[in-house]
């Protein structure tokens, strides 16, 4: 389970999903949900969905969750990795898919990350 929605949100989603399949257990990307989703379909003009502006890191990873059907909270996706070019920022075709500036990641209780 994975994107910009904040942990509980996907939590209840992967519960469903679980129940769905059996209980099969599922593992939460944590990695950039820390502000959750921004409101909107679009922000600045893109959809809300790539490379949103203000986002932070979630919950640190960790297979101590505290729920049962959930094995880990992982921060899968690379920090700082974009979603594809949608915004000025965005990385061109053919740069490796990183976005532009990592100090835009923040850590809701550290603040500004550098590489």
Known sequence: ?????????VLTYGR???????????????SR???GRPDG?????APSFCNPPGRALGVVPTTKTGEASVDA???IKRVGESDGVC????????SGGRTTPW????SRRRGTLRP
């Open 73 to 75: 909270y992982l921060w």
């Open 33 to 35: 949900n820390g502000y």
């Open 41 to 45: 379909d679009t922000v600045n003009g």
């Open 87 to 94: 915004r000025p920022v965005s990385p061109r075709p053919g």
């Open 1 to 9: 389970m994975a994107n910009y929605y904040p942990t509980p949100d």
């Open 16 to 30: 469903a999903v679980s129940a769905a399949v059996g209980g099969k257990p599922f593992v939460v990307d944590t």
């Open 103 to 106: 100090r835009w990641c923040r």
